[in-house]
Structures are given as C-alpha cells and as structure tokens.
C-alpha cells in the first residue's frame, strides 16, 4: 500500500492496464462515474485521475465517445517513469515543431499547448523554439495556418457564387472538425493574418462581390459566415471535455436529465418547450443534435438570406 493521494492511485493504476495492454489505444477508459464507484471515492478525486492522464497525453476526449487511451502517435509514451524526461534529439525544424504543436491541441485542447509543453515533446529546451516563433501568439497564429495548409481549397471553383461560398464554408467546417481547437484561438475582433485561413476568405469575399454586394457589406457577410462557422464547432471541443468530466455520454447525460426536462414540459409554462419535446418522442429512434445536420441547415438559410440581401446596384 503507497501513501499516494487516491486520484494519483486510481491514474496509477489506469496507466498500469494501459501498459500491459489491457486498455489499448482507442478504447473508452471507465468513465469518472465508473471510477468513482470501483474506488470509493468522490467524483471529484476520480475527475481529477483522468485530467492528470490526460495531461500526459495518456487519454484523450473525444466527441461522443468519451474518454479513450491516446493513440501511438499522440507523441507521449503511455506508461512514464515517475520524473522521467523526453529524450534529447536534435533541434526540431519549423514544421515538425508546429506538427507537434498541432498534435498536442489536437489531443488535448488549446489549453494544453504552451512553449514548454511543445518543447518537453520535442525533447528539447524551451528556448530552442524561439529560434522558429516569437511568442505563444505567433505559435497559435503559426498552428492555425499549418492547421488550414492541410485543407487547401480546390481549383476547380463552381460558377455561381452561392456554391462558391458552400465550397469555403464546408471546407471550413471539415478543418473545424479536424482541429476543434481552432474555433478557440483568437476573437472574431482579433482577426489572425493566416494566408491559409485568408484563401477561405478570398473565396467568400470574391463570391459575395460578384452577387453583386458593395465592399463593406460583404466583408460583413464573409464574417458572418466566418463566426456561423467557428460558433457551431466551439462545441465539439466543449462537447468533448463535458463527456469526459461527468464520465457520461450524450445519451447517458440526456437519460439523466430527462425527468426534469419532462417536468418542465408538464408544468405548463413552457408550452412551445412541451410541443417540441412532444414530437421529439414520436420520432423514430428518437431525436440527435447532430452538430453537421445544424451546420447544413444554417448555411441554408444564411444564404438564402444573402440571396435577398439589395445589391449595391439596386
């Protein structure tokens, strides 16, 4: 028996079954629920055994699954010594330091992504970095183009100018997906100089022009579209760190939350809330927020009201 705090017993122990194979990379780890029960402990203690593991890089949250073993390539060993150190290599090229980056926020979230947490996965001293990137801010400005570099928009463009703007905003969308840390990066007043994000905008702005719009106004619009985007998709990484600090899934946490929304809609006051509700029952299989169908259904109607919207002509 170790003098260990309990979190640090249980966070040992998942690690232990991750070592030995028990749990491997992709499979769901119990969830903080589970945890709490098989340690007879607070929920609290056993929250905070997954966030030092995922802290590690050990576990990652992922949307609608959980709490899972980190993949191989994740750039963490999944089982480390107790003070142990990333080897030394040589010093990292530009690209290979803003791949890690972009890997780190990837399985752990933007909080996660700092000069020494970069370099303690490179191996390296932190000071080596500064030699690629100023600061913390040109680093996110630096992932957020590497990130849209991946994506790069077609050359073969529709004609019409509403396909044009579906063809940048999906592919928004699909980086968004990729990359849910994106959406967290800077404030829409706060605009990054990405020459890669700044292609999706050239698109919209070139579409919007040719609808026959003035300037300002399709600025306006492009960052409308812009915000539509990065607005449904702070929810994946939202969605993410929820589902892995209550240790449930959607479908748990909507099955726990289901008597007092039942309640609500039965009281009487809410009478639009009860209708809703009530045809959500008579749905076969019953009804999914589904993050893409929300995203296909607002680009829908932002554009058709860009479609109604005076041109600088009229």
Known sequence: ???????????????RRIGIGELRPGDRVPSTR?????????????????????????????PRSGTVVAPATAGTDP??????????????????????????????GLTAVSMRAVAARLGVSPMTLYRHIRDKDDLLASMSDAAFAESPLPTDLPAGWRERIEVAARGLWAVHQRHPWLAHVTPLTRPLAAPSLLAYSELMLAALLDRGLDPITAFDLNVLLYNFVTGIAINL????????????????????????????????????????????????????????????????HLLDGITLTPTCQN
């Open 237 to 300: 990484e939202a969605e993410a760190r929820a589902a892995a600090a209550s240790g449930l899934s959607d479908e748990e946490w909507i099955t726990e939350q289901t008597p007092d929304l039942d309640a609500l809609a039965g009281s009487g006051r809410y009478p639009a809330f009860a209708t809703v509700l009530s045809a959500m029952g008579r749905l076969d299989g019953g009804y999914d927020l589904v993050l893409d169908r929300l995203f296909e259904l607002g680009l829908r």
């Open 79 to 108: 089982t480390p010594a107790e003070g142990s150190r990333p080897a030394s290599g040589s010093e990292p090229t530009r690209d290979r330091l803003l791949q890690t980056a972009v890997a780190l926020a990837d399985a752990e």
């Open 34 to 62: 589970q945890l709490a029960r098989q340690a007879g402990v607070a929920m609290a203690t056993a929250a905070k055994a997954l966030t030092v593991l995922r802290n590690e890089g050990v576990v990652v949250a992922r």
């Open 1 to 15: 028996m170790t003098d260990q705090p309990p979190y640090a017993a249980i966070a040992a122990d998942l690690r």
